[in-house]
């Protein structure tokens, strides 16, 4: 089955309001789409989601390195899938996004080809996957307004709070947060390298007391040294887990020989698609770390892929795949790929992504 054509759509939608983290804000939401086609008539569909301060891309490089991949796998074999990769890493380093489009595209027309979901593709038996909803930097009341919306109006029992510009405001809104939720619904923090060392260690004690479980890269992505300390001195019952420092399997395999963390958050983007988070999450499971698949600022095509992706691998336990709820409207428009309820996401049963959608 030969790659035939290979069209590029830009995706962009309104968010319902600015997202912020430790190290900016987002305002608006894009990402490219891809299209594959194939001589035998099955099409795949991904998608990019650069964001320049973790992927190393823009919007305008990353359009620029599709081109250049959909001009070299013209004639491809579509399901010889690491051969692609080893064709785009030979053009060009990283760009993990403008990867992870075509990989997941061509994920999509070997499920098609299998006539399997793209979950049993990849090994996976269960369609049912629990998703977290994240909630931004924001005033106190803002963010006890949102963990109020997403848990009693919208039924999510997991929560991730952004936190990391300012120790005493987050132990502020986290103390005040489970109070208003109560003990049933979890809360795992995300400090997006917004602390050092000490204020991490100081942190970890008091978000021990609140009952968080799970605290997500303290430090800058490159100090594994400092991560290592963290796990080191963590006396606390928090999960440790690295994202900004994994963004494939050498540094997952770093990672475990420096003992930095409990947890990998694989994102799509940074890895470069499902080809690559696979590797990662079988190397965790091999060496007895556990993972979650976040996003970037997705639409449904990727996110349906690492819903997927977590419901195949036994090493991802945890899914903070929510970035299509935050357009306005509550989601982004593109229908099929799983269906929810709060936060109970279940992959449909047609193959590939379950998405149809032509451009």
Sequence with gaps: MKITDIKIEKFAAPLAEPFRV??????????????????????????????????????????????MFAEALIGHDALDIAGAHAKMDQMIH??????????IALHDIAGKAAGLPLYKLLGGT????????????????????????????????????KIGNDLSHDIEVLTKMRKLVGEDVRIRIDANQGYDVP??????KEFEKIGIDAAEQFLPWWDFDGAAELKRKNT???????????????????AFSMDCADFYNIKLMKCGGLYWGAKIADFAEQHGVQCMVGCMQENKISITAGVSLVAAKKAIVEADCDSFMFYKGDDDGIEGGFTREGGVFTLLEKPGLGIDLDF
């Design 236 to 254: 606390s019952k928090l999960h440790l887990m690295l994202d900004e420092s994994i963004h494939n399997v050498h540094d997952a395999k770093r």
């Design 126 to 161: 269960d369609p049912v996957v629990h998703n977290d909803i994240t909630i931004g930097i924001n005033p106190v009341e803002k963010m006890l307004a949102d963990a109020e919306k997403y848990v009693f109006e919208k039924g999510f029992k997991i929560l991730k709070v």
């Design 22 to 67: 430790a190290f900016g804000v987002i305002e608006n939401s894009y990402c490219w789409m891809v299209k594959v086609s194939t001589d035998e008539g099955i099409y795949g569909l991904g998608a990019a989601a650069p964001l320049g301060f973790v992927t190393g891309e823009t919007e305008e490089t990353c359009y620029l390195v599709l081109k």
């Design 199 to 204: 204020t991490a260690l100081a942190a970890m």
């Design 94 to 103: 990283g760009n993990g996004s403008s990867k992870c489009a075509i990989d």
